[in-house]
């Protein structure tokens, strides 16, 4: 019997170091559940993440507008919904509730084998600094790239460069995990290797079949 891989095994490259998103990978994020504070009415609460604080428009923050600018344009526009606008800009850590099943006990894993650990978040400066400190998952990450204090956002090309030159590996030796597949895409295009998160199991297969785990 040969010991050779067959013509349909799948070519798996060297892995040098592992790059994670952070939102819906690392944690879950979802403005509804901070806009259920503040509002009683379902139908209410998602007429507001369709029309006056949507993910689309927090967008903004990601890619490095002033929080303050974005607010006081919205609460013109929407004053009725001044309070949850209001939530938005000082409360935005309650719009995480909780972790990602799985997916810090992958990091830890791979921290425990050595491999350095790096991510790369489309996240607002302000917002950042809000939620980083109560999250020790991210001790383990040598470096983050944060979208809003770059001014550059995923799937825009440069912030992978720029995380490339900052971390220091060539991108055909990274692994770069994240749940848009925009933003894998994007990353592909420039020779990283990537992973389209869908959740921490199937994650876990594909780290075991590189032999990281």
């Known amino acids: 019997m040969?010991?050779?891989?067959?013509?349909?095994?799948?070519?798996?490259?060297?892995?040098?170091?592992?790059?994670?998103?952070?939102?819906?990978?690392?944690?879950?994020?979802?403005?509804?559940?901070?806009?259920?504070q503040v509002l009683d009415d379902p139908d209410e609460i998602a007429w507001v993440y369709a029309h006056a604080v949507t993910e689309a428009w927090h967008g903004q923050v990601d890619r490095g507008?002033?929080?303050?600018?974005?607010?006081?344009?919205?609460?013109?526009?929407?004053?009725?919904?001044?309070?949850?606008?209001?939530?938005?800009?000082?409360?935005?850590?309650q719009s995480i509730p909780g972790p990602i099943a799985g997916t810090a006990e992958l990091v830890e894993a791979l921290a425990a084998r050595g491999m350095p650990l790096y991510a790369i978040t489309n996240f607002g400066a302000e917002f950042w600094d809000q939620f980083a400190p109560d999250w020790p998952v991210l001790d383990h990450f040598r470096d983050i790239v944060v979208s809003g204090c770059e001014k550059l956002a995923k799937p825009?090309?440069?912030?992978?460069?720029?995380?490339?030159?900052?971390?220091?590996?060539?991108?055909?030796?990274?692994?770069?995990?994240?749940?848009?597949?925009?933003?894998?895409?994007?990353?592909?295009?420039?020779g990283w290797q990537g992973h389209h998160f869908r959740d921490a199991p199937t994650l876990a297969v594909d780290l075991r079949a590189r032999a990281l785990i």
């Open 156 to 190: 825009d090309p440069a912030i992978y460069r720029l995380a490339a030159r900052r971390f220091g590996y060539a991108p055909e030796r990274m692994l770069f995990i994240d749940d848009n597949a925009d933003n894998i895409a994007a990353a592909r295009a420039l």
């Open 65 to 93: 507008r002033a929080l303050a600018d974005m607010v006081a344009e919205r609460r013109a526009l929407f004053p009725q919904y001044a309070p949850v606008i209001e939530a938005y800009a000082t409360r935005f850590p």
């Open 2 to 36: 040969s010991d050779r891989a067959g013509p349909s095994a799948p070519v798996v490259s060297r892995v040098d170091a592992v790059v994670f998103d952070v939102g819906r990978v690392l944690v879950q994020w979802d403005l509804r559940v901070l806009f259920a």
